[in-house]
């Protein structure tokens, strides 16, 4: 077993290439992250270094570049901000305890690869995948139209809507004419100079440039001081109050479960590009150890960064050579120019970040409309909303509920199309010759209740709520003969069939039932409800003793 996964060097060329070019278009975005977080430029590019190095070494998507994301940047934002408004006296306590929950997330995932839950993001529908991603995009263009127009960040996007009239009414013309600069180009740049030089990078260079050529000192914000060198390490903050640990939790998790679905989702699209499978739970241990060095290190979280992973396969990487390369060039880059970037101003970040959010936007989706399922679309908005003004976990535990509901509702309704009540034999439901002469024999004084498929809850009700509405009939036959499996509902429900057939003196007989159907009616008494010899294994044994009963000749 290789100890790093997807490891070879058949590809260096490739690699160097590729861990370049992703560490040219990874600047420009942590810086932003950075600022954007309330934790400052060089938090974010600690973030692209420890994740991207150690997810890169020990994941399992070899040609994944990690780093801080949009999303992962907005719920650290929101974290920072949570933990700093605790400590006003002294908010680098606060800072603490939020770099303290980022290694928190990075350990919750490592025990989400330990104990294999990587397989489960299959689950998550594409509603809820699209409702909660747009709803990050959504919220990163909010929170950068302050900055874009002149004026600080709000604190969250209901602020943000709020203060935009505000925003609007007083523009900074300065930043306004940076910021529009920065989006024309990362916008606008034609595709073969975005292909060499990406946007991000020529928006911060080109923005700067003119804020420092063009516009009169002070005019518009800027990053200032920006430290150099590695930090040191620090060990993680607790607090004996249970309150603040249980927050402290439920933002980690947070942080983890965002962390998981990006990176994965982001993992499938490096397969599809690069013809490969990943490795879901290895990943997430990679994930886990470069968050948990990251917060050690006050850096961002991080996570699988699409356009990052895209733009290093289409420069040729393709093993964890790229994405640990990139990480080193970001690390060199941090030692010696941390000088120079002290001087871009906050309105390129915010231009720059403005179209990272609409790319977030899953714009595929909204442009099916019209043709998509309007239960799905239900589903897709209810999240996108509530990600926006209420919180993510929230979004996607009701988005996850409503997908779920609508899909019991599908298989109870496929269900209830397989549950047959015969009275008489008909072409839609073909019997053996002898059974339906016995059948036509019995003029509906035999009620053959047949199920087909696995039995749920769901179907239970409507199930026993279906045989009450016959009342002619002397005999029941329950047929379950080709029903594999049922739930403790279920077999509640075929109890009521029963109890309410012996209670108006009909016979009931039940048939072909498999042995895990027999061991739960069994446990729950229902066969000891009923007459040994009215107990078959064939429907064709039970229909010929219905028959003998009633003294229906069946010769």
């Known amino acids: 077993m290789r100890y790093v996964n997807g490891l070879h060097f058949n590809n ?35 973030g692209a270094i420890f994740v991207g190095f150690f997810a890169a070494v020990f994941g ?38 939020a770099f303290t929950v980022v290694m928190m997330g990075g350990l919750f ?12 993001i299959n689950l998550v529908p594409h509603p809820v995948t699209s409702g909660f991603m747009s709803g990050i995009g959504v919220i990163i263009i ?48 034609p595709k073969p100079i975005n292909r060499l030089i990406p946007s991000p990078l020529v928006a911060l260079v080109v923005g700067t440039a003119a804020m420092l050529l063009l516009l009169p000192e002070q005019a518009v ?37 965002l962390g998981t679905i990006d990176s994965l989702l982001t993992s499938l699209v490096a397969d599809n590009i690069t013809r490969t499978h990943h490795k879901s739970d290895r990943e997430l241990i990679g994930q886990g150890i470069g968050n948990t060095l990251a917060g050690i290190f006050g850096g961002l979280p991080g996570a699988g960064a699409t356009m990052r992973t895209v733009v290093n396969v289409r420069a040729g990487g393709q093993t964890p050579l790229s994405g640990a390369l990139h990480a080193l060039i970001l690390l060199a880059i941090v030692l010696g120019a941390g000088s120079f970037a002290k001087y871009i101003p906050h309105a390129v970040l915010a231009g720059i970040l403005i179209k990272v959010g609409t790319d977030i936007i899953d714009w595929d989706y909204l442009k099916r409309i019209k ?4 239960s799905g679309m239900v589903i897709m908005f209810t999240v996108l909303f509530i990600t926006v003004f209420i919180d993510l976990i929230t979004a996607v535990a009701i988005g996850m509920i409503m997908a779920s509901f609508l899909f019991l509702q599908r298989m109870t309704e496929m269900q209830l199309k397989s549950i047959t009540a015969i009275t008489e034999p008909s072409p ?36 026993a709520v279906h045989a009450s509405t016959f009342n002619s009939h002397e005999i029941m036959i329950i047929d379950l003969s080709d029903v594999p499996s049922i739930d403790f509902t279920s077999s509640r429900a075929i ?27 069994q446990q729950q008494g229902i066969l000891d409800k009923l007459n040994q010899q009215n107990l078959h294994a064939s429907r064709h044994a039970a229909l010929q003793q219905a028959a003998q009963l009633l003294g229906i000749e069946t010769s």
């Not at 999303?71 to 305890?97: E, K, N, R, S, W």
């Open 221 to 257: 914000s800027i990053l200032g001081k920006v430290p150099t060198g590695l930090p040191a390490p620090q060990m993680p903050i607790f607090i004996a109050d249970w309150n603040l640990i249980i927050d402290m939790i439920e933002s980690a998790l947070t942080l983890a479960m």
């Open 428 to 463: 839609e439901h073909p019997l053996a010759e002898e059974d339906a002469r016995i059948l036509k024999k019995a003029a509906g004084r035999i009620l053959l209740f047949h199920i087909e498929g696995p039995l749920s809850f769901g179907a239970a009700k409507e199930m």
């Open 12 to 46: 260096i060329r490739g690699d160097i290439y590729g861990g370049l070019t992703a560490a040219v278009v990874a600047l420009p975005l942590a810086l932003a992250f950075g600022v954007s977080s309330g934790a400052g430029p060089i938090a974010g590019v600690y």
């Open 109 to 120: 995932q490592i025990l989400f690869g330990v104990f294999r839950i990587g397989k489960y």
């Open 60 to 97: 399992g998507t070899p040609a994944q570049v990690s780093g801080p994301t949009g999303p992962m940047t907005v719920i650290m934002a929101a974290i920072f901000t949570q933990y700093t408004a605790m400590f006003p006296q002294d908010p680098a306590h606060g800072a603490a305890l």
């Open 142 to 189: 909010l929170l950068q139209l302050g900055p874009l127009l002149g004026h600080h960040a709000a604190s969250g996007p209901l602020a943000a809507v709020q203060a935009l009239p505000e925003f609007i009414s007083t523009p900074n013309s300065y930043a306004l004419f940076l910021g529009g600069l920065s989006l024309v180009i990362v916008y606008a740049l």
């Open 495 to 521: 109890d009521d069939m029963v109890s309410d057939s012996l209670h108006a003196k009909r016979t009931v007989m039940l048939t072909g039932a498999r042995p895990a159907v027999i061991d739960l009616l």
């Open 371 to 374: 043709t998509a399922p309007r």
